[in-house]
């Protein structure tokens, strides 16, 4: 199933997004609040299931939301002309932008979030520097970030970071992701 994600611009609230799916007579199925995280889920649209998720994200100090379900991408558009979203465009340029540490820190996971559910070449570009970043916390964001896309591409930088880096902080988060994605490693070794 694709998954649909939007980073919300500041300005946009849980009430902006709690309007949307109260005006489509969606339901609450799961709401869970600490100080790190919210998450909650509507779902609705019995013709047309759909899943909507609001997560704020407290460590990294932002929202998203995330559809899922058969007609997804209808909403998504709708959303998007109702809710004020940061696009991925945008995302973009404050990578290529970013002069700090702190900065990449903080626009990697959000262009991992918000990468579409295929390949786009300037999303990759900007992770796989993160990847080589001198400095580790920039590495591990970077892993990370590759996580929140699920796009099995990363696999051969990945066995790259886990065989080489010298950080076992990288080596291990590395072999996380791929063991999450479901990486054969052998097949990676063959082909080299």
Same mark, same amino acid.
């Given at each position: ?22 005006? =489509? ?23 047309? $299931?759909?899943?909507?998720?609001? %997560? ?39 990578? =290529? ?18 990468? $579409? ?5 300037? %999303? ?14 920039? =590495? ?15 696999? $051969? ?12 902080? %990288? =080596? ?10 479901? %990486? ?9």
């Amino acid at each position: 199933m694709k998954l649909y994600r939007r980073i919300l611009q500041r300005s946009a609230t849980l009430n902006d997004v709690r309007n949307f799916a109260e005006l =489509r007579a969606w339901t609450i199925v799961e709401c869970d609040e600490t100080e790190e995280l919210t998450w909650i889920t509507w779902r609705g649209d019995n013709e047309a $299931p759909v899943s909507l998720n609001y %997560v704020r994200d407290g460590l990294r100090g932002f929202c998203y939301v995330i559809f899922s379900g058969e007609h997804a991408v209808r909403y998504v558009e709708q959303f998007e002309a109702a809710v004020m979203c940061v696009s991925l465009a945008a995302l973009l340029d404050a990578w =290529r932008s970013a002069c700090t540490v702190e900065h990449y820190i903080l626009v990697l996971p959000m262009l991992g979030i918000a990468a $579409p559910p295929s390949w786009v070449d300037d %999303v990759y570009s900007a992770i796989q520097q993160g990847f080589v970043h001198a400095d580790i916390r920039v =590495r591990l964001v970077a892993i990370w970030s590759a996580g929140a896309t699920a796009w099995p591409e990363w696999a $051969p930088s990945l066995l790259i970071l886990k065989e080489g880096d010298p950080s076992p902080d %990288v =080596r291990e988060a590395a072999s996380g992701l791929l063991n999450a994605l479901g %990486v054969q490693e052998s097949s990676y070794r063959d082909n080299s």
